[in-house]
């Protein structure tokens, strides 16, 4: 839900779009465990609040407090696995929306 209520603005378009990809992956990675999908997926929601803060650097401390939890859930992982892919794709993408 946070990820649709982002903006139509260029930059949240592609945040939004960034965000369905990541929310897909996790919801159908089977090397995580559902507590640790949890968590993923409360991460996700952290990103889309932070790209809808209006507060100069709020924003970018809970995009950078969220993408660092997102990539400790995946450390555990193989990086044969498809998360892990799509993580080293999209953090830093989603990283340079924030000027990170």
Do not use: H, W, Y
């Amino acid at each position: 839900n946070q990820i649709n209520q982002l903006g139509n603005g260029e930059t949240q378009a592609q945040l939004k779009d960034l965000l369905t990809q990541l929310k897909t992956a996790i919801e159908g990675e089977p090397a995580l465990s559902e507590d640790d999908k949890a968590e993923a997926l409360e991460q996700v929601q952290a990103l889309a609040e932070a790209g809808q803060t209006p507060e100069p650097g709020k924003g970018q401390k809970l995009a950078k407090r969220a993408m660092t939890m997102l990539k400790g859930i995946t450390v555990g992982l193989t990086e044969a696995t498809k998360l892990v892919g799509v993580c080293n794709q999209l953090l830093p993408a989603i990283g340079i929306l924030f000027g990170l």
